[in-house]
Nanobody, 123 residues
């Protein structure tokens, strides 16, 4: 069983950058598909990005494609989300999640979740 802990959130102005980190412990990190999701107040949890076990495959939501980059360092048991050119609509609680098996954008398929880190973007 893997435990996940996000960090790196904060309050920034539109156009700024942030890098989120998610440190994993208690499992074989390289065996998990890792993803980032976000949830804004009053909205459903939304897929942001996913990376395969060995960082050879990534996929992004249309809303972040070209601005966000997901990556992982299996030696450090950490997955990252580099967020550039942030917009007010990116404001949300960002979660990292892990699963085994096939990659998917469906949050219901992910078994392990962190507590989330807040990202607030002001205009």
């Amino acid at each position: 069983q893997v435990q996940l802990a996000e960090s790196g959130g904060g309050t920034v102005q539109a156009g700024a950058s942030l890098r989120l980190s998610c440190a994993a412990s208690g499992g074989t990190f390289s065996g998990y598909i890792m993803a980032w999701f976000r949830q804004a107040p009053g909205k459903e949890r939304e897929f942001v990005a996913v990376v395969s076990q060995v960082d050879t495959f990534t996929r992004y939501s249309d809303s972040v494609k070209g601005r966000f980059t997901i990556s992982r360092d299996n030696a450090k048991n950490t997955v990252y989300l580099q967020m550039n050119n942030l917009k007010p609509e990116d404001t949300a609680l960002y979660y990292c999640a892990a699963k085994t098996g096939l990659r998917t954008v469906d949050h219901m398929a992910y078994r392990y979740w962190g507590q989330g880190t807040q990202v607030t973007v002001s205009s």
